[in-house]
């Protein structure tokens, strides 16, 4: 449990890990959809990733260039646990409407 929260327990990494698990984004792609994080915060988040092997930094030759990140086998691999945060985030926001509802 402690390498795979030292790997994504950051709420940045796995929102761009969320993010990239349909397919391969554009940097600015990934800033729009992951929320209010700054360019810096973005860059060292996925230069971290990178670096543990969890996504790939693809440039592209051209003018201007263009620079794509894509989940590695190795991050992919994290699905199952993405899909049962998001499983019990749904579950725990429902549990605590219920619970508003009823003060």
Partial sequence: METTLMLIGDKWKVLILRDLLPGKKRFG????SVG????KVLTSNLRDMEACGLLTR????????RVE???TDLGMSLKPILDALDHWGRGYQKA?????ESL
């Fill in 29 to 32: 792609e990934l800033r729009h």
């Fill in 36 to 39: 209010h994080i700054s360019q």
């Fill in 58 to 65: 693809t440039v592209y030759a051209e003018v201007p260039p």
């Fill in 69 to 71: 990140y894509a989940l």
């Fill in 96 to 100: 605590a409407h219920k619970v508003m």
